[in-house]
């Protein structure tokens, strides 16, 4: 069974700090996909990332980072001083190579930022 | 511009009526996508099209059922709205059936059953 868990519901932080947001995913394929998408207030989710079982380097798009293991089975995406514009939810999703483009969501992360 | 919308952000409706959720994309992407999203759960899906005139099951099809007529246009139907179907649903489209594929959303509609 393919799965994906993001252990932490709701997060808050100050202004600057830096913060991890955990994904761990379970699948039996050896060709998958994960992503990233970010869901602010106005509800639509925006994608941020994707990253394919192959390629293990560790990405980084401005404040933000994102670090595969393959070893732990987790893709965590951290975000560097962190800003109020960064209060959302954030979700982790898998595409493993049976679904053919349907994507498998964890509950999502509610990142809380206050100035 | 990738753009995918949903006819309605928000929706009232009472037990036992018929409902229509509308989404249409213009990128010309084979596959659409229903999902609904309540708190703690994610985003759980409901039915999916690859193709005009073709749809399947997603993991929680019951009570809901959907159209595709035209490439752009991926409709949910609730036949009898009932209370637990009080939700968010989001809309999404991607290119292709191979895996791996970014699919784009729309800004979901909020549906309330009373």
């Known amino acids: 069974a393919q799965k994906v868990t993001q252990a932490q519901t709701e997060i808050s932080v100050v202004e600057k700090e830096d913060v991890t947001l955990d994904c761990v995913y379970e699948?039996?394929?050896?060709?998958?996909?994960l992503f990233w998408y970010k869901q602010p207030p106005s509800g639509e989710l925006v994608f941020l990332i994707r990253r394919n079982s192959f390629d293990e380097q560790n990405e980084i798009s401005g404040r933000y980072s994102w670090n595969f293991q393959k070893s732990t089975s987790s893709f965590n995406f951290t975000i560097t001083a962190s800003q109020v514009v960064d209060s959302a939810v954030y979700f982790c999703a898998l595409d493993g190579s049976g679904n053919t483009g349907k994507l498998i969501f964890g509950q999502g992360t509610t990142l809380q930022v206050k100035p | 511009d990738v753009k995918v919308t949903q006819s309605s952000r928000y929706l009232v409706k009472r037990t036992g009526e018929k409902v229509f959720l509308e989404c249409v994309q213009d990128?010309?992407?084979?596959?659409m996508f229903w999902y609904r999203q309540d708190p703690g759960l994610g985003l759980r899906l409901i039915y999916f099209?690859?193709?005009?005139?073709?749809?399947e099951k997603g993991d929680i099809p019951e009570g809901y059922s959907v159209s595709r007529e035209k490439k752009e246009r991926f409709s949910l139907i609730l036949e009898s709205a009932s209370t637990n179907q009080t939700s968010m649903y989001l809309c999404?489209?991607?290119?292709?059936?191979?895996?791996?594929?970014?699919?784009?959303f729309g800004a979901g509609t909020r549906l309330s059953v009373l």
């Open positions: 699948t039996r394929d050896t060709t998958y996909y």
């Open positions: 990128m010309d992407h084979e596959n």
């Open positions: 999404a489209s991607s290119f292709g059936t191979t895996t791996g594929n970014i699919q784009y």
């Open positions: 099209s690859y193709d005009v005139k073709m749809k």
